[in-house]
């Protein structure tokens, strides 16, 4: 028997449970909304994960760097499947974060498709899958 991969968004020293947020929408399902693909392109820096970016290195505040990419597995993802947004609670406000859908935005990006259907969490949902 295999022990099933736990699939994690890491902001920061904050980890995000991607199943548990799954699991969560299953059991309080919702309708998706629109999320503008240029505007989570550009916070996640997503025009510099081409393949053939050859400019200086750079560390990204959150999103993945070139080698915890795959453009060639995003060009695969299904864009129908909504993707996943955080809501965090900070003394400005609320803030959003893309947890997952990195790569379905990339596609997103490279085919000039303006929004995806996102499902966003609350902070209080949000805060039942924070695992630290």
Do not use: N
């Not at 994690?8 to 995000?16: D, H, V």
């Not at 629109?34 to 990204?60: E, F, I, N, T």
């Not at 597995?73 to 809501?87: E, F, K, R």
């Amino acid at each position: 028997m295999t022990t099933p991969s736990l699939q994690l968004f890491k902001y920061g020293r904050w980890l995000f449970d991607i199943d548990g947020a799954m699991r969560l929408l299953e059991k309080r399902p919702r309708t998706a909304e629109q999320a503008p693909v240029d505007d989570w392109s550009a916070a996640y820096h997503l025009s510099l994960l081409r393949p053939d970016y050859d400019g200086p290195s750079w560390c990204p505040v959150f999103g993945p760097d070139q080698s915890h990419f795959s453009a060639e597995h995003a060009m695969g993802t299904d864009l129908s499947q909504p993707v996943i947004i955080a809501t965090l609670e900070f003394d400005s406000g609320p803030a959003r974060l893309l947890i997952d859908g990195v790569h379905r935005m990339y596609r997103a990006m490279v085919e000039g498709c303006p929004t995806l259907p996102a499902h966003v969490l609350t902070v209080a949902e949000t805060a039942t899958i924070r695992v630290h």
